[in-house]
């Protein structure tokens, strides 16, 4: 497979995974631990939730670009891209799409959270297989890794319970919508499985 048809694959599961995390959060379940804090600002800015989710990855990536000791600007500009489109599939499902229908059983709703982990899974696997995009996140995590004495799953368990403090410290002070529920616990029993049996 060349070169060029990998990125256009890996662009078109990066955007699956976006409306993946979409469903997740039409379910009105809960959310993932990072998608917790982003859901929490959004409501708190009332900023669309794509938008807040592209710019906390933007610093995400402009740390990673500080760390970085090749710093190739190219890649970056490619990610800064990606996570635009990420950002607007996530705006047009929820805010466009999604609103067309409701769930009002609880049992659909678990049932869509539980498609939309899968989905997001499946295309945050196939996007580190091919491992030419990447998740600021996971990056960031690694250059830490790379530089210190901490292990990888350390800065990203560390990085998942700060979004969840902070989203839990807002939702108390500022009466919002709590998004820390059962639906964090089945992303976090989950989510991993499913990208590794995706990347391999």
Known sequence: MTK???LTLSFLYYLLSA??????????IGVSSFNSLNATLSEFSQIKIGTITVIVNLLFLISCLVLDPQRKLRNYFTMGIALLFFGS?????IYFIFPLFTLHAYLL?????????IIAGFGTGKVLKYQLLKFPIETFCLFLANQSHHSFKFYRYSIDLFCILIALVLTFSFHLTLVVREGTII??????????????
């Open 89 to 93: 599939t996530i705006n047009l499902s």
């Open 19 to 28: 409306f993946g995390i979409s469903l997740t959060l039409k379910a009105s």
């Open 4 to 6: 060029q048809k990998k």
């Open 187 to 200: 992303s976090l029993l989950l989510l991993s499985p499913v990208i590794t049996l995706a990347k391999d």
């Open 109 to 117: 709703n678990c049932l869509l959270f539980v498609l939309g982990t």
